[in-house]
């Protein structure tokens, strides 16, 4: 994220979703650490923070040039509001528990919420799976089984896929049984 924010001259707005608001907030404040390190701000020295606007956990606001339109980062729990903004990028970090997985009423509610929340803030013509693609998500995941949440994202919104197993297999490309993607 940060250096997506330090390579776009034009306004940005990115979004950070994870299982509970204190993950995503964890993550926003790594980037908050590194936009205000020293070495960052001689590589993107127009990553301008907002002076009008305070910094939290879960906003960031920046100028982006000194003249330039307002950019910005917002982390949010998936339990948590997302009503009212949109986005240009999301990253979804592992949106799910174990225990939401083995619970149906939990995973469908889940499901529920990147259908009805979550793909509707980016905009109408850019939304998956037929959108222009002007927009990003990118979705990192561990699988708990195959009532996650992973069969919604390649097969109703057909994101492309890339399987890292967890043990073993980095010194060769390893391809999905049932898509063929590697």
Wanted: net charge positive; aromatic share 10%.
């Amino acid at each position: 994220p940060a250096w997506k924010l330090g390579t776009t001259r034009a306004r940005h707005r990115l979004g950070i979703i994870s299982n509970t608001a204190t993950q995503a907030e964890g993550f926003s404040r790594a980037v908050q650490n590194k936009v205000e390190d020293p070495e960052y701000q001689k590589t993107f020295p127009d990553v301008i923070r907002d002076p009008r606007r305070r910094w939290t956990a879960k906003e960031m606001f920046f100028t982006n040039t000194p003249s330039g339109p307002n950019s910005g980062l917002m982390a949010m729990g998936m339990d948590g509001p997302i009503l009212g903004r949109r986005f240009d990028e999301i990253i979804l970090d592992d949106p799910s528990t174990w225990e939401q997985v083995r619970s149906e009423a939990s995973i469908e509610a889940q499901r529920a919420k990147v259908r009805n929340t979550i793909i509707p803030r980016f905009p109408a013509s850019s939304r998956p799976p037929g959108g222009d693609r002007k927009t990003r998500m990118a979705v990192f995941m561990t699988r708990f089984g195959e009532r996650d949440l992973f069969p919604l994202f390649r097969d109703e919104f057909r994101f492309h896929v890339l399987h890292m197993p967890a043990l073993g297999y980095w010194d060769r490309v390893v391809s999905c049984g049932k898509c063929g993607q590697s």
